[in-house]
C-alpha cells in the first residue's frame, strides 16, 4: 500500500514553521508539488529553507508570502497558483495563532486577530480552493475526489481553555465549517476533514515544553508520555489526502498521544 499524491498540487498555508512544515514536507514526499505559504516579509528565509529540503528530497514547490487574514492576498494566491500550475487538489489550511489573555483583558485587538487569522483565514482559503476544485471538475488521472481539504484544529475545538477564549473559539468554530463544507459538497467529491492535534513541538507553545519543569508538567496531560512531531501531523495529512482515504469525510482526527481521553481522570477523576 503506497500513499500517493502524485500529479497534484498542494496549498500548504503557514508552512514556514512548525507543523505545517512537517506536512508540506509529508506531502512533498508522497509526491504532490508544494505551494510553501507564509505570512510576512520576515519568514521569507524559513519558507525557502522548507523549500529547500523539499527540493533537496527530490521534491518540487515554490513559496508564495500571502497572509491567509486579508481576502485580496488569499484570492491573488490562488489566482496565481492556478496560473502556474494549472489547478490546486488539496488546501491544508494550517496557518494559526495564539494571543492569549485572561477573559475580562482580552483586547478586541487579540480577539479580532485570533479570529482573523484562525477562523477567517480557513474561511478565505477554503472558499477560493473550492471555487477552483468546482471549476476543473474531477480528473481521475489526479485524484478520484474533486479535492481535498483539512483543517488544522486543535485538541481545543473539544477542551475549553481559561486563558485562551479566543483561541479555544476559533478552534471549536473550524469544527462546524469543517463539518458544514463536507456536507455542503460531499455530491461534488470534495472531501474535508480536520485533524485536531494536542501538544506538537513547535514555536507556537515554546513555553510548554522549553524546560524540563514545563514539560514535566505538560507530559502529565499525555497518556503516551510524549511531545508530538510536525512529522506526526504530517503523516495522518498525506494518508487523509490521498485516495487511499477516499471515504474519510466530515470528520475531526485527533493526533494527541491520548490528550481527549482527559489523564487527570485516570486515578479516577
Ligand atoms: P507555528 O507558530 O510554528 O506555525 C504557525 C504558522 O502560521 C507559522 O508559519 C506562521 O508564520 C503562520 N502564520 C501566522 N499568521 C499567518 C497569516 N496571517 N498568514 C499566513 N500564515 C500565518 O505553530 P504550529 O504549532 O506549527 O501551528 C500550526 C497550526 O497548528 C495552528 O493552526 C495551530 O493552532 C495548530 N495547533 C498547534 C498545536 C501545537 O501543539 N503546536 C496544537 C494544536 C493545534
Not at 479570529?115 to 476544485?133: H, P
Request: a negative charge; charged letters at 20%; glycine letters at 10%.
Amino acid at each position: 500500500m503506497e500513499i500517493s499524491l502524485r500529479n497534484q498540487v498542494a496549498v500548504v498555508t503557514g508552512a514556514s514553521s512548525g507543523i505545517g512544515s512537517g506536512i508540506a514536507k509529508s506531502l512533498a514526499s508522497a509526491g504532490a508539488t508544494i505551494i510553501v505559504n507564509h505570512s510576512s516579509e520576515r519568514s521569507t528565509d524559513e519558507a525557502k529553507a522548507v523549500l529547500k529540503e523539499i527540493t533537496d528530497a527530490g521534491g518540487t514547490g515554490i513559496t508564495y508570502q500571502c497572509d491567509v487574514s486579508k481576502e485580496d492576498q488569499v484570492v491573488k494566491m490562488f489566482q496565481d497558483v492556478v496560473s502556474q500550475f494549472g489547478t490546486v487538489d488539496i488546501l491544508i489550511n494550517n496557518a494559526g495563532v495564539q494571543k492569549d489573555s485572561k477573559f475580562t483583558e482580552m483586547t478586541l485587538d487579540q480577539w479580532n486577530t485570533v479570529i482573523g487569522i484562525n477562523l477567517t483565514g480557513q474561511f478565505l482559503c477554503a472558499r477560493e480552493a473550492i471555487k477552483e476544485f468546482l471549476r476543473r471538475g474531477i480528473d481521475t488521472s489526479r485524484s478520484v475526489a474533486c479535492g481535498k481539504i483539512i483543517h488544522i484544529s486543535s485538541v481545543h475545538e473539544i477542551i475549553p481553555w481559561a486563558g485562551h477564549a479566543n483561541y479555544a473559539s476559533s478552534k471549536g468554530a473550524i469544527r462546524m465549517l469543517m463539518q458544514t463544507l463536507a456536507q455542503e459538497y460531499g455530491a461534488d467529491k470534495i472531501r474535508v476533514n480536520s485533524i485536531c492535534p494536542g501538544a506538537i513541538q513547535t514555536p507556537i507553545n515554546k513555553d510548554a515544553w522549553s524546560t524540563p519543569e514545563a514539560l514535566d508538567s505538560l507530559l502529565k496531560l499525555i497518556p503516551y508520555n510524549r511531545i508530538g512531531q510536525p512529522q506526526d501531523i504530517g503523516n495522518l495529512a498525506a494518508f487523509i489526502a490521498s485516495d487511499l482515504a477516499d471515504y474519510i469525510t466530515g470528520t475531526s482526527i485527533f493526533v494527541d498521544g491520548g490528550m481527549t481521553t482527559f489523564e487527570s481522570f485516570s486515578t479516577g477523576g
